[in-house]
């Protein structure tokens, strides 16, 4: 993968400029999950492992010192750390305050300036054409529903603006992972999206979803390497730090977990490189230019 060329900027780190967003009654029964789920893992373990594909998503979009920048779901900062490093002026977003805790502290390392707000990825807390770019590194496939994600990933960013996302491509890791873990567990016990996420990953859908507001769309697929000794060694840091794993492993009786690992492992098998000591999972990259009025 190409890798952007930074450029450092002065350190801000405010979360405080406008506020954070309202969501309390609201709150979709997905968002609840999403919260819930965000606060019980390590995500900011798993995270480091993905930090080539936010600088992808920086390059692919050329995000320049010009650009206002909109990070949506930005976890623990990765994407808008890199636009940072442009020296793009920059904003990040996430439903999980604690994530955005993470993400000021990796800021602070990095020494870029970043505004970070806690918001939802179906109700951004921004104004119309507020942005130049809006970028999303997986964290926009958990805003239900997914057609009002893709609204306000348009809505924010100004006409001639560029968009860009990635998420997991519907046959890689870890589609095939949920899909073991829907054939194992009651409906009550999984969580309560929609559309699948993974859905975010195939062009057809997106295309569907962007419609005729976007130009120029296009896609990209890639691999990103998630460092593992073996496909139980995998299975094991994923159970350990992924909140929606500890969150089932909670719910599922002694025999349910056994069967789980195991036909999670013999699912996991197939990715796992043993030349490479690592799980390749496969991912989509879009990218688009929000359509100018009248077009």
């Known amino acids: 993968m190409s890798e952007p060329r930074p450029e450092r900027s002065d350190r801000d780190g405010s979360s405080e400029a406008g506020g954070s967003c309202s969501i309390g009654d609201g709150e979709s029964a997905s968002d609840r999950w999403s919260r819930r789920v965000w606060a019980t893992g390590s995500y900011e373990k798993i ?13 692919r979009t050329a995000v320049d010192s010009d650009d206002e920048v909109l990070d949506v779901g930005c976890g623990t900062g990765t994407v808008a ?6 020296g793009a002026r920059v904003t990040g977003v996430d439903i999980q305050p604690a994530m955005i805790e993470h993400a000021r502290t990796n800021a602070d390392t990095a ?12 109700a951004l ?52 992972m949920a899909g073991v873990v ?11 999206f929609s559309e699948p996420p993974f859905l975010w990953g195939d062009s057809g859908t997106v295309r569907t979803r962007l419609g005729d507001a976007v130009d120029d769309i296009a896609f990209e697929t890639q691999t990103v390497q998630y460092p593992a000794l073996s496909p139980e060694h995998f299975w094991g840091q994923t159970a350990a730090n992924s909140g929606m794993f500890i969150e089932i492993l909670e ?13 999670l492992l013999e699912t996991i098998e197939p990715y796992f490189d043993d030349s490479e000591n690592a799980v390749e999972l496969e991912y989509r990259l879009t990218t688009a230019t929000v359509a100018e009025p009248g077009e």
């Open 251 to 263: 719910d599922v009786d002694e025999g349910d977990a056994r069967e789980l690992r195991e036909q």
């Open 47 to 59: 995270a480091p492992k993905y930090v080539s594909m936010g600088g992808h998503l920086v390059d």
């Open 81 to 86: 750390i890199t636009a940072a490093r442009r």
């Open 125 to 176: 807390p921004f104004e119309t054409n507020e942005f130049t770019v809006t970028l999303s590194n997986l964290g926009h496939v958990y805003g239900d529903p997914p057609d009002t994600a893709a609204e306000e990933l348009r809505r924010v960013t100004r006409p001639g603006g560029r968009i860009g996302f990635t998420s997991w491509t519907p046959t890689s890791l870890y589609p095939a």
């Open 111 to 122: 020494d870029v300036a970043v505004t970070w707000r806690e918001g939802d990825a179906t």
């Open 182 to 192: 829907g054939a194992v567990l009651s409906p009550e016990e999984l969580p309560n």
